[in-house]
């Protein structure tokens, strides 16, 4: 049973550059979520996507967008890249809302 | 505003140094509660899910239990690799889950 998978496993960008990140989710799963994770921080929501559309987003400026591919696969979206933008970014999918989910290896991202 | 709070920060535990860590929460109304762990670098592993008052599920050393106001997970005996960071995290009834900041664990042989 494969399980959520992320790519690419790290990326450095420079400021002001874009990056798009991408996840798939676990077999049988509908629902993807993208958190934001600094060091010593426990992840942070940015993002739900189901059916294609963004359900909820947390407390993050529109530099940050999303998408959802009608085979559930998703990609988080960055522009304008900033400094505090540096993180561990994580997708986690489940089947039904607010169901436990599961998460996907991270990737790491490094603005310069 | 909802919120996910988790003591210890740190704790540091001799190998069969038996410990529990905490997540206290203040939500509107609670779905669910889980609880990971997660190594360096890497992303958080399901551990358990507690979704009412009560409720206990145990997992080889680890046990985890939930009140209206907390949740606790028990490590009995722990062993070095068991070392690791557990996330607590919330769902109120929406999309979003709230996670706390973490417990570090560090077990020494």
């Known amino acids: 049973d494969a399980g959520v998978t992320q790519s690419p496993t790290h990326l450095i960008k420079t400021r002001g550059q874009q990056v798009t990140l991408r996840c798939s989710p676990k077999?049988?799963?509908?629902?993807v979520s993208w958190y934001q994770q600094a060091l010593g921080q426990g992840p942070q929501f940015i993002f739900q996507y189901y059916e294609e559309e963004e359900r909820q987003r947390g407390n993050f400026p529109d530099r940050f967008s999303g998408h959802q591919f009608p085979n559930y696969s998703s990609e988080l979206n960055v522009n304008a890249l900033l400094l505090g933008d540096s993180a561990l970014y994580l997708c986690a999918s489940s089947s039904l809302r607010g169901d436990t989910q599961y998460f996907g290896p991270g990737t790491r991202l490094t603005v310069l | 505003e909802d919120q996910v709070t988790q003591s210890p920060e740190a704790l540091r535990l001799q190998e069969g140094e038996s410990s529990s860590l905490n997540c206290s929460y203040t939500?509107?109304?609670?779905?669910?509660l889980f609880w990971y762990r997660q190594d360096p670098g890497k992303g958080p592993e399901f551990l358990f899910t507690?979704?009412?008052a009560g409720e206990e599920k145990e997992k080889e050393r680890l046990k985890a239990t939930l009140t209206k106001k907390e949740s606790f997970l028990h490590i009995t005996a722990p062993k070095p690799e068991d070392s690791a960071t557990y996330l607590c995290?919330?769902?109120?009834?929406?999309?979003?889950?709230?996670f706390g900041a973490g417990t570090r664990l560090f077990v020494k042989a």
């Open positions: 507690l979704y009412s």
């Open positions: 995290a919330v769902n109120t009834g929406g999309f979003k889950t709230i």
């Open positions: 939500v509107s109304g609670l779905r669910g």
């Open positions: 077999s049988g799963h509908d629902t």
